[in-house]
């Protein structure tokens, strides 16, 4: 299956470890284009983000996808780079990261408002109490699009109140549904297993994140024997928020300190 990557080499290479960057969902390798990648590159890494089967220009179908399909796209890509790379995972991807990293070696990996290593039951309830009606339509169509159909609603999942809607619009048009199997393996059929994970973990979440809330992500670093660290004002999608920089730097320094 042709998976879709963006990679980027820097103009002067001084690390030799590669970084993979792993969307969320709804999201693609477009996601890291825009700030990381160039930001990482231009830092000495060589950098790719891909695409799972059916987001973005992948091939393959969204629709029927479980967790385990998404591991072996990301296993799929890591195996093509000429060594093991560190792993960069955002919300489902950071989920994804913890499962590759069950049955593969890599020198560092970073969890970005990533979902929990127990699952989305605790997200599930609380869309459950806020956003009633979209549960039902997703519930009723079997499909996660509901959850960020529009702009407002893209918006309450993923961006921070003040991002300028232009900008809003640009990353909303490039939203794909999401797999509702994949999303039951989220509620408790396929979970991670942190005890399996040998790798070192940073694990970043954001302040205003109405997916991911913080409780939830310093429950991730407790299981993974780490402390996590929240990033203020700042919404789910912290590569493209507003302050963006300084959750780049923040991971540079820490990967700078624990690869080549």
Known sequence: MRIETISRNPKKQTRQTPLLFVHGMWHGAWCWEEFFLPFFADNGYRVTALSLRGHAGSEGKIF??????????VEQVAAGLDMPPAVIGHSM??????KYLERNNAPAAVLLASNPH????????????????????SLFQLRMRPVVETPEAARWTLFSD???KKQLLKYYKKLDDESFRMFIDL??????????VKTPLLILGAEKDNAITPDQVHATARAYGTQAE???NMAHDMMLEKDWEAVAKRILDWLNERVK
């Open 64 to 73: 029927g996808s479980t967790i385990a399909n998404y591991v072996n796209d």
């Open 93 to 98: 991807g950071g989920f994804l990261t913890q």
């Open 118 to 137: 127990f699952g989305l039951f605790p997200t599930f309830l609380r869309l459950v109490r806020q956003r009633p009606l979209v549960v039902v339509k």
């Open 162 to 164: 003040d991002l300028p």
């Open 187 to 196: 509620l408790g059929l396929n979970l991670a297993h942190p005890k399996k």
């Open 230 to 232: 929240i990033f203020p």
